[in-house]
């Protein structure tokens, strides 16, 4: 069973924001209400990379952990999903994301932040797929209409993909291999820190290996 | 509603504040722009945001786009943003747009978009666009209908022409036109009688154009965005694609991971594009010649160039090489800062990475020098060997959607369509074209003299209204303009322009917004609004940077009462009283002229650039079987387009019957004529100083003529005995044409392509087989050479490189050295002792007022900032997102916007993005703008701070480098 | 910025003061399709969604078509 999967190429990313207008695009998201946004580190200076984040469709999402309500559940797909009829707005999920993915219409001191909002991997809520209703809380249902979301399919540069892990754990190996230069190779900042470019193996320098 | 007002604020500080922490703690010290931008929003947007929103994300149900069990129509259209030219598929019901797919048939885009891009479905939604005509009363906005509007926007002009004459109007049309409607605003101003018709390329590649031209014959994009897939080495300078065309990127990342290709990015500002880069150099603003000529020393010295291609194919290298003797590494790093090391490494990458290409935006062209920057480039390029061939180029990226074709089309001071020019023979072309009589026409114009002469370009339109009238060579100065889908903040020194703004007896701005021109209080009365539909409410074609056309087919029809470009130019022509003779072959549809009509009078009359083999029906079937198009070469391998490149790049030569495929890279020998094959055009006669300037022993594959060859003409048809193959038909046009002359008909004047269909069947090019010239000749400065820019941050260089002298020209006068001079002697620099530079960003376009209304882009960036370094923040006591006002040195300018600290910018410099306006000197201009129309953001114009100076040979002004002081506000 | 300068989007009726306690009642479980209604009370959205078994919200949606090949295609380039 195809498990799904977002994966960001930071090699790629731009920061562009197709990915964050796409998603407003396709779900009609209201101003303030941000299902994916650009994290970028070392903004500014060498070094700086961008990576686009939204809710991860983790294994074991610990927001489903925490829920009180339980308004949470997993597709066979792997889609993390919620039901905003159950969703009390308590917040708790916001605080056990790792990835700051749960988004709330409102803030009050004491009480409800209203439904929570987060990235659905374009596969709608509870609903009938693709019903009006399904729209109007969760937005469109891309997955059940045999398409994939529309943030990874309107990517600029290929660095946001979407779809089958597996199939996206072989295209980025191909493109690491491919790539198989100094920074440009996996873990070589981890290795080496960055000081060191990998000039030796770098773009241009004779004797590079591989096609 | 109590309680939600009372608990609105502190709620707001506490959730946003750990929003805002969660994401901080994540990143660590560090502070990215978006990062600041969004506590920024917090405080701002977000606020409301968060107060003012529906309480929960559960929405009715007529308002999501997709409704089921109604047809879903699918239409092609192209994105309206950059010139990228991306495939937007709109999925219409009911003729309402309600979803985007992407367009991955598209051979450049491949479905893919950037933030722009993937947000256009929003702009027919258009809440904030105009809704109905609107004319200012005594300050106040009054609705009126169409037809009064025209009808008193008509009676005004004609006034104004009787009284003053025809070159007291101004017509700026737009790069955002149609190939269509750019034709026809061109064509409205000439039948109106005047050459004061310009666009936005003023303003953005006008000086690229002029120096790529004047160096081997086309002024566009040598290759495509696709190719740069093909190059070894990339250099960017001055350009920030991943902002600016970031689906020009995934090109550009493929090449540089396929081919492990160095990837070298020179600009002042540590942009996106370098975040990618193998090598950044930063270097000071302004010295990009010494830069480029501190490249050429080094291949010069290692005799890295391409000896055999300079012999064969390029005019007068030796005096480049005199002048980049000058330019050894020591002089270069003192004048541009970079380290001679560095200097060094770059010329090593590109000359042992070839082929290597060369990208180049507004960094580049927006410069005093422009011209001559883009013809260093150009040389050094010609030096490597690196023009006509793939992975090589100058690939210049041009800024809006058609702003390519809207200059191929002539909506420029200085030519009639396709570069004609304005001298008596390119009237007579078109006249012929058009139908009119010659006479006729040079009646509609004050004087033959003016009908030939530049008219005011754009950069300067509000000087000709306010200087005095003795300094202006027209009859009378600018009275009125009238504006189709153009900015207000998009010209340098605004304090100056609002006093042009404020003498205009009439100011029309036909638009989809309201635009900054219509923000000022300074206008109370005299202003007509006019809603222009967007391109994706018509249809036409449009030329992307690469020179492809492309058809977008209407998503929509015009939305409120909006109309398109040409029913508009109908309206106004039909008011003039010249409709009938302007639309003699152009069929109108009740008020609208039909766009296929007028492509065809294109193909029939812009032979000189190749716009005639893209009939309107072959653009169509291009997009149709986009999938059969190589996602590289662009060329397809199959169906009925089979080798055809896609879009027709031009030139694409003679009739559309002709089946030519276009030109995928220009001036590439290595093909047949017929194939796309091509080499340097002979634009500037064959001899110069006793030294050929044709072609050596170069020449396309298969070609008759196995060396350089003039242009060609009847004569040189006969010369060659190659008359014999025009048909009847085509002889008697040419005889036609000719009268007692006919052998001076040419190549470019033959509206029965005859001549070209000829040449090419002895497999020449129409335009001669001649050497690019490092020579220019007729430009001011003839090899490039570095000059200091008028407001230079180094005062002691002046001296030794000075600007060009004061001149006249495009009608006014222009200070240069004089001005130049007299700031470097002044204490300016002690009082102003900032670089300040603009740039783009990605969220938004040109002046933004569109993009800045729509929610999905603006939610992204909401406040207009300036960038400045640690280092000088920490000496002036600013903080990251106080705010700061920024003074320039002219007309007491200032901008109040919000301190963005980081080392993107460097030392002592200071960059603005360009993309705001509806603030002035810190007071919001909400209340100006017609309501419901003010762009959802709003902030200080970059503009309001620029300065004087110009670039001799196009006016281009100079946005790139000023001086100016920050203080914390 | 001036406060009342700042964007305002989609400004549209504000949610009465009472609902939060009654989502929570519903949260625990009391009076479903009553609190329903009170939800979306001020959105006038249908009363009550069709919505799908417990078994159809688990199933795969997921698709290898075509569409999705062409995908995969174009990351590989």
């Not at chain 2, 193998?278 to 080094?298: C, K, N, Q, S």
């Not at chain 2, 298969?702 to 002889?731: C, H, N, R, V």
Request: with cysteine.
């Amino acid at each position: 069973m195809a498990r799904m999967k977002f994966l960001c190429d930071a090699e790629r990313c731009i920061e562009c924001n197709a990915c964050v207008t796409a998603c407003k695009n396709e779900h009609e998201i209201p101003w303030g209400m941000n299902r994916r946004r650009l994290i970028t580190l070392k903004d500014g200076v060498p070094g700086e990379r961008s990576i686009s984040m939204a809710c991860m469709h983790c294994n074991d999402p610990p927001c489903a952990g925490v829920c009180p309500v339980d308004c949470f559940y997993q597709t066979a797909d792997g889609v993390v999903l919620h039901n905003k009829d159950l969703c009390i707005g308590c917040g708790y999920c916001f605080y056990a994301c790792p990835f700051g993915a749960p988004q709330y219409p409102q803030t009050t001191n004491f009480g409800s932040r209203g439904k929570m909002d987060k990235c659905t991997f374009c596969t709608g809520g509870p609903e009938v797929d693709n019903s009006p209703e399904e729209y109007q809380k969760y937005g469109s249902n891309r997955l059940a209409e045999g398409k994939l979301p529309l943030c990874a399919e309107m990517c600029s540069t290929r660095a946001l993909m979407a779809g089958d892990g597996d199939v996206l754990a072989d295209i980025y190996q191909e493109r690491s291999l491919r790539r198989g230069y100094g920074s440009g190779a996996y873990g070589w900042s981890t290795a080496y820190g960055n000081a060191d470019k990998g000039r030796a193996f770098g773009p241009g320098a004779s004797g590079t290996k591989g096609s | 509603m109590l309680v939600k007002r009372s608990t609105g604020k502190p709620a707001r500080g506490s959730l946003a504040r750990s929003l805002a922490s969660g994401l901080a703690a994540g990143l660590g010290a560090t502070v990215d722009r978006r990062g600041f931008l969004k506590s920024s929003g917090l405080a701002a947007g977000g606020m409301a945001a968060l107060s003012a929103l529906p309480a929960t994300m559960i929405r009715k149900a007529e308002a999501g786009p997709m409704v089921p069990n109604v047809e879903v129509v699918t239409r092609k259209n192209v994105c309206t943003h950059c010139s990228v030219g991306c495939t937007v598929i709109a999925e219409v019901q009911n003729g309402v747009w309600t979803g985007q797919e992407p367009g991955w048939e598209s051979p450049i885009s491949q479905g893919a978009h950037c933030a722009k891009g993937a947000s256009v479905r929003e702009l027919t939604k258009g809440e904030r666009r105009l809704k109905y005509p609107l004319k200012l009363v005594d300050g106040q906005w009054q609705r009126i209908s169409w037809d009064q509007a025209v009808e008193e926007i008509g009676n005004q002009l004609l006034d104004i022409r009787k009284q003053s004459g025809p070159d007291a109007v101004f017509w700026l049309g737009s790069a955002k036109f149609t190939n269509e409607a750019s034709y026809l605003f061109r064509k409205l101003a000439a039948f109106w009688g005047t050459n004061n018709v310009d666009h936005q390329a003023r303003i953005c590649h006008s000086t690229t154009v002029a120096g790529v031209a004047n160096t081997w014959g086309y002024g566009a994009m040598t290759n495509s965005y696709n190719d740069i897939q093909n190059a070894k080495a990339l250099l960017f300078i001055g350009g920030n694609p991943a902002e600016a065309h970031p689906v020009s990127m995934p090109h550009a990342l493929r090449g540089k991971e396929r081919n492990r290709a160095p990837y070298i990015v020179i600009d002042p500002r540590f942009t996106r594009t370098a975040a990618h880069a193998t090598e950044y150099v930063r270097i000071r603003p302004g010295t990009d010649i010494p830069m480029t000529w501190g490249i050429l020393w080094h291949i010069f010295e290692n005799g890295w160039e391409d000896k055999e291609f300079i012999r064969q194919r390029v005019y007068g290298m030796d005096e480049v090489r005199a002048e980049v003797k000058k330019w050894d590494p020591a002089t270069v790093e003192r004048v541009t800062g970079v380290p001679g090391e560095q200097v060094k490494r770059v010329a090593e990458l590109i000359s042992k990475n070839r082929p290597s290409t060369v990208i180049w935006c507004m960094g580049i062209t927006q410069k005093t020098t422009g011209t001559a920057n883009v013809r260093a480039l150009s040389i050094l390029q010609l030096a490597l060997g690196n023009i006509g061939v793939a992975g090589g180029g100058a690939n210049i990226y041009r800024g809006h959607c058609n702003v390519q074709g809207a200059t191929d089309l002539g909506l420029d001071v200085s030519t009639l369509p396709s570069y004609y020019g304005l001298a008596e023979g390119a009237w007579k072309h078109f006249c012929r074209a058009w139908d009119v009589d010659y006479d006729w026409m040079k009646a509609r114009f004050t004087s033959k003299e003016l009908m030939e002469a530049k008219g005011i370009p754009t950069t300067r339109w509000f000087d000709a209204v306010t200087y005095k009238p003795e300094d202006i060579e027209q009859p009378s100065p600018l009275k009125a303009m009238f504006v189709m889908g153009h900015g207000g903040n998009t010209v340098t020194r605004m304090p100056e322009m609002l006093k042009g703004l404020e003498k205009l007896s009439l100011l029309v701005v036909a638009d989809p917004h309201p635009t900054t021109f219509a923000s000022f209080k300074q206008r109370r009365n005299g202003t007509y609004l006019l809603p222009a539909c967007t391109s994706f409410e018509t249809d036409g074609s449009r030329t992307c940077s690469n020179r492809s056309l492309q058809w977008g087919e209407k998503v929509v029809e015009p939305i409120f009462e909006s109309k398109d470009d040409y029913t508009i130019m109908y309206l106004m022509a039909k008011k003039f009283g010249f409709a009938d003779e302007m639309f003699k072959h152009i069929s109108v549809e009740n008020t609208r002229p039909v766009p296929e009509d007028i492509l065809r009078e294109i193909n029939r009359s812009c032979i000189s650039t190749g716009y005639t083999g893209q009939s309107p029906e072959r653009l169509k079937m291009h997009m149709k079987q986009q999938a059969d198009f190589d996602k590289i070469t662009m060329r397809a391998s199959d169906g009925p387009c089979k080798g055809d490149y896609y879009g027709l790049p031009w030139p694409s030569w003679g009739h559309p019957e002709l089946r030519h495929p276009g030109c995928g890279i220009l001036y590439d020998t290595s093909k047949h004529v017929m194939d796309g094959g091509g080499v340097f055009r002979a634009r500037f006669g064959v001899e110069r100083n006793g030294v050929s300037l044709l072609a050596d022993g170069s020449y396309s594959q298969g070609s008759e003529i196995q060396d350089g060859y003039p242009e060609f003409t009847m004569a040189m048809l006969k010369k060659l005995g190659w008359d014999k193959d025009l048909t009847p038909e085509e002889a008697r046009v040419i005889q036609a044409i000719g009268g007692d002359k006919p052998d001076e008909v040419s190549w470019q004047t033959d509206l029965s392509m005859g001549i070209i269909r000829v040449a090419m069947k002895h497999g020449c090019v129409p335009h001669g087989n001649a050497k690019a010239r490092c020579v220019a000749w007729n430009l001011p400065d003839p090899v490039p050479v570095h000059r200091e820019p008028i407001y230079s941050p180094r005062p002691e260089l002046v001296k030794e490189y000075p600007a060009i002298p004061d001149r006249r020209d495009f009608r006014l006068p222009q200070l240069a050295r004089s001005l130049q001079s007299k700031i470097a002697e002044s204490d300016l620099r002690q009082r102003f002792p900032f670089i300040l530079t603009s740039g783009r960003l990605v969220e938004y376009e040109g002046g933004g007022e569109e993009t800045r209304s729509n929610p999905w882009l603006a939610e992204l960036q909401q406040t207009m900032f300036a960038e400045i370094n640690p280092k000088d923040a920490e000496r002036l006591g600013i903080r990251n997102g106080a705010m700061v006002w920024v003074y320039g040195p002219e007309n007491d300018a200032k901008a109040k916007v919000m301190a963005q600290v980081t080392e993107r910018i460097g030392v002592g410099t200071v960059f603005m993005p360009f993309h705001f306006s509806g603030y002035w000197q810190g007071e919001s201009l909400r209340g100006n703008y017609p309501p419901g129309t003010d762009p959802i953001v709003l902030g200080e114009a970059a503009n309001s701070v620029t300065t004087y100076g110009y670039d001799p040979v196009t006016f281009m002004q100079e946005t790139k480098v000023t001086l100016c002081r920050v203080e914390p506000a | 910025m001036r406060r009342d300068d700042t964007p305002k989007p989609n400004t549209s009726k504000t949610e009465k003061p009472g609902i939060e306690r009654r989502n929570l009642l519903k949260g625990l479980g009391i009076g479903a399709a009553g609190v329903a209604a009170a939800t979306l009370a001020n959105t006038t959205a249908p009363a009550e969604a069709a919505t799908e078994s417990r078994q159809d919200q688990l199933k795969s949606r997921y698709q290898d078509n075509a569409h999705v090949e062409r995908f995969y295609a174009l990351n590989r380039l």
